[in-house]
C-alpha cells in the first residue's frame, strides 16, 4: 500500500515536472532551437522591430472628456512614454534596428469600452483589420521582433494582420510586450500557428504598469543575457 502511495506520488511529481517544462510561454525564456549571436555586430543580420501600440492606433479624442480618454488606456501609470515604444527604442539603440509601428486603417475608439468591445469581437471572429501600411521590405529582415500588449490572453488582431501580411518564413521572431497580469496568454502560439516556417523565440513581457526606467533597464538586461546585445 505504502509503496503504491510512493509509486503515485513519485508519477504526480513527474508529471507536474514535465508540464513547467512544457507550458513556458508566460515566461521570459528562450527558445532552445535558436542560437543567435550579438545581432548589434552582425553586419549580415538585419533586424525589423514592428510594434503594435494602442494609444498610437485611436481616433480622433476632441470630443470627448480627459476622463474618457485616460480610462482608454487601462495600463497608464506616471510613465511619459507607452512602454511597447520604450521597449522599441531600447532595440532601435541597442540594435540600430529598423522600427516600425503597426497601425490599422481604422483606428480604435478611445473610449475604453467601446474600443475593448471591438477588440475582443475581432479576436472572436479572428478577424484581419486593414492595416494603414506595412514596411516595404520585409523579405530582407532575418529577425524581426514583434512588440505588443496581449489582449484577451492572446494577440491583438491588428498583431496577426502584420504576421499575415508576408512571408516571415525563415525568420526568427522574438516577441516582446506588455500585459496586466496574464503574462503573454496565448500569443507566442499564436505567432508559431500564424507563422508555422520560423523559429518564434518565447521572447519578453512585463507588467504594464512597470516604470519605463525599470522597463528599459530590465529588457536591455533580457536582451544582453541572451547574447542578443
Ligand atoms: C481589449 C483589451 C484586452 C486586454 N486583455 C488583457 C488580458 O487578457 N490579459 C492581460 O494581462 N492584460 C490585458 N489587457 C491589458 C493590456 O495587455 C495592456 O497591458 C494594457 O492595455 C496597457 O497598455 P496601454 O498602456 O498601451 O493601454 C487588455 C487590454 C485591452 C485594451
Redesign the pocket.
Known sequence: MKRITLTSLLCFVLISFAYCLGSSDNQNSESSSIQLSNLAEDPDTHVLVAYF???ENIGDTSGMSVDAIASA????TSNRE?N?PVMADVLREELGADVFSISVEDPYEPAYDD??DR??EEIRDEALPELATLPEDIEEYDVVFIGT?????TLPRPVASFLSSASFSGKTIIPFG?????GF?NIVRAIRDICPDSDVMDGFTIN?RTANDEVREEFAEWLSDRGLV
Open positions: 501600440a494602442y494609444a488606456s487601462i495600463g497608464r507607452g511597447i474600443m475593448h477588440a475582443i500588449p496581449v489582449w484577451g490572453g506588455i500585459n496586466l497580469g496574464s496568454g504594464a
